[in-house]
């Protein structure tokens, strides 16, 4: 496991209306080059945290940090760094796909024809392209908005419910075209979902969210270690959040971080953390799969 600097980092994120806290205290680290999942029922606070992150209402209390910037005290400068899809993509329907991505270059500086074409092929519209919008499906509408949100190559695109009202196929393309952004621009996708069964088709990573706390933080797919030899490990440390900033992950709860960690990992990762002066109190390995905990949660792995 390196050590990274996280794109984007929630630190104690909180959202309060009148006396109803809508998202409590939520601590994330998400390094980069992952298609990340952000995972919870309807009403967990999904949409909240995410607009908060992207500056459409404010943080009662906490930050988020994008790429090292403060997005409450240097909104525009942490903003520039991010993509994002949180409300449906305000498109023009009597225009063709192109001439949308044109009208919106416009708006920006520095974007040219040949970045436009590019991010066509990225999301795979390049037959579509010169067809008016009244004409594309939905999946194809969505495609046209990430190409917009990725016009000026953020390191963070977040999008909101990508996959409503997408068919598996549907899924599994935009998977596939969001893990080439990945690959082919470096960016770290941010997703929410309601659906366990879409996050593992799409994601290296996932959160889980519910009542508006972070109860869960897991790697799905990690190309560096056997799966099937990885396990959740709780460290129960003396500095907690300043060992999920040393390591870019983790999930906190009281004393304790859980990583999901092959066997040799556990060893560096204790090595690492001695090293980073944090007392390690205790390390134990923890059973439970995320399809169980989803159980445990829900009673199904629909958690809407
Ligand atoms: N401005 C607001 N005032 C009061 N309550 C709100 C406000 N905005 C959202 N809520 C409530 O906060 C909770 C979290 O809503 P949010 O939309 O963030 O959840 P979500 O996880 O995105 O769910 P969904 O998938 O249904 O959109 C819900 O109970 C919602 O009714």
Known sequence: MQQQQPVVRLEGVTKKVSSKTLVEN?????PPGQVFGFLGPNGAGKTTTIRMMVGLTSITQG???IDGISIK??????????GAIVENPEMYKFLTGYQNLRHFARMMSGITD?????VVQLVGLSKRIHEKVRTYSLGMRQRLGVAQAILHRPKLLILD????????????????????LCREEGTTV???SHLLSEMELMCDSVAIIQN???IDVRVLKDENSNESTTADVAFEVDQPQQMVDILGMGIIRDQTVILQLGKEDIAVTNARLVQSGIKVYGIETVTRSLEDQ????TGSDQIG
């Open 73 to 82: 005290n240097q909104f525009e400068q942490a903003i520039i760094n991010v």
């Open 212 to 214: 508006g706390r972070l």
């Open 161 to 180: 419910e990508p996959t409503n009202g997408l068919d598996p196929q549907g899924i599994r393309d935009l998977r596939d075209y969001l893990r080439q």
């Open 63 to 65: 930050d988020v940090i």
């Open 190 to 192: 941010f997703v929410s």
């Open 26 to 30: 939520v601590t994330l680290s998400i």
């Open 114 to 118: 040949e970045r436009i074409h590019e």
């Open 294 to 297: 989803f159980l445990e949660m």
